[in-house]
Structures are given as C-alpha cells and as structure tokens.
C-alpha cells in the first residue's frame, strides 16, 4: 500500500524539517526524489547522501523557488537528469513574524514571494508535463493558519491561505487530465522553528491544542504519502488538517 517505485517526486525545501521528512517517507516506498533547498548546503548535501544509501536515486539543487527563471530552470534540468517526475511537494516556506504595527513591507513580500509565488512558479513549470502525461500530484503544504489566521502573522496566514486557493484553482483545472491537488494544514509541528520557542509560549500553544501534545514531521509526511500515491486517486482540491484537532 502507497507504493511510490518508479516514480519520482520533486519536494522543495527538503533538506531539513517536514520536507525532509516527507522526501525520505516517500524514498522509504521506492520513489526516486529530486529536491529543492536555497542557502542550506551542509544540510543538502546530509540529505542527500542519507536518501542515495536509501537505495534510490536523489539530487539536491540549490534553487530559490521565488524566482521564476531559476525555479524553471530548476524544473527542466530535474527532467534532464530523472527523464519524468510524476509528484511536486510545495513545502518551501519562511516566517518573519511579527505584529503589523512593526511589520515593513518587505517582510511582507518575501513570506508572500517564497511561500506563496514560490508555489506559484513550482506549479506552472510542471503544469504542462502533468497536462501531457496526463497523470500527476501537486501536494502543498498550506497551515491552519491559512484557515484561523494568526495574530503576528499576516504575511504568513496571507500566504498559506492563497496557497489553499491555488489548490482548488489549480485542482479544477487539471482534474480532467487525471492530475490531482491537494493541501496539507499542519497545526502545531515540532520542527527547528518550534524548537526555538519559550518553554512558556511552547506551553501556550499546547494549551489549545485538544490532543495536547505537538505533532511531529512524520504525521506530515504519512499524509503526503497517501495523498501521492494511487489510492488518493480520486481525492482533489481537499484541504488536510494535521492539527491534533487545534483548528476544528
């Protein structure tokens, strides 16, 4: 069950957190992976060694998602180098939060560039590849608070909500050539950014959350698995919470 051998799936910002998580569950099933990152080399490289000894074929390449001739030239050499992918993951984000009175307009624009035009420019380069073979999966990786909004996130909760609108655009566009969009909401996931929290705004966010504890990267990565493979074949433009019941 969701058997990904043979297969290839591209994953932005995989060389640490839940794209990572996500690349090596995929790698776990057979899939071949090519993976995006920007700035993160060590890590890169850590990556994809780790995947390689999986006994699949990976590549990192440095590629800033936001900038739509480098994200296309990106795209174009992973069909060079793999022949096809059949899968995109658009997880790459950042975070610059703060509250909206201190918010410049240049945080605003680099969460929106990266998070939500870096989705953009991913989707479009693979568009017609899918729409021709008429097959494909493009699975973003969205946040509840894309659904709830949060305080001292506008920038972030702008652009995880447009992201659940390029979803079921997108879906609705592509749903009769076979090809399916979905996104995933993660709620509150330890990662590197949650590790970085106060013990106390850590237990403030615990406090909403019904299941009380944090989800962990893997819960991420199981629901992509099913939502790549076969037997989601007929899920589309759905959005995912993986919140431990936070946003319900």
Excluded: W
């Amino acid at each position: 069950m969701f058997e990904l051998t043979g297969k290839t799936a591209v994953i932005t910002g995989a060389s640490r957190g839940i794209g990572k998580a996500i690349a090596v569950k995929f790698a776990s099933q057979g899939a071949n992976i090519a993976f995006l990152h920007y700035m993160d080399e060590e890590n890169a490289v850590a990556t994809e060694k780790e995947l390689n000894e999986m006994g699949i074929k990976a590549k990192g390449y440095e590629c800033n998602v936001a900038d739509f001739e480098a994200s296309k030239a990106a795209v174009e050499q992973i069909l060079e180098d793999f022949g096809e992918f059949h899968i995109l993951v658009n997880n790459a984000g950042i975070t610059r939060d703060m509250l909206l009175l201190k918010m410049g307009e240049s945080d605003f624009d680099a969460v929106i560039s990266v998070n939500l035009k870096g989705a953009f420019n991913m989707s479009k380069h693979v568009y017609q590849h899918f729409m021709k073979k008429r097959r494909g999966r493009i699975i973003n990786i969205s946040s509840i608070v894309g659904l709830t909004g949060n305080a001292g996130q506008v920038n972030y909760s702008s652009a995880k909500a447009g992201m659940i609108g390029m979803t079921k655009s997108i879906a609705k566009e592509l749903g009769s050539r076979n090809v399916t969009v979905n996104a995933i909401a993660p709620g509150f996931i330890k990662t590197d950014m949650t590790d970085k929290m106060t013990e106390k705004a850590r237990e403030a966010a615990l406090e909403a959350v019904p299941m009380k504890r944090m989800g962990q990267v893997e819960d991420i990565a199981n629901t992509a698995l099913f939502l790549a493979s076969d037997e989601a074949s007929y899920i589309t433009g759905e959005v995912i919470r993986i919140d431990g019941g936070l946003a319900m």
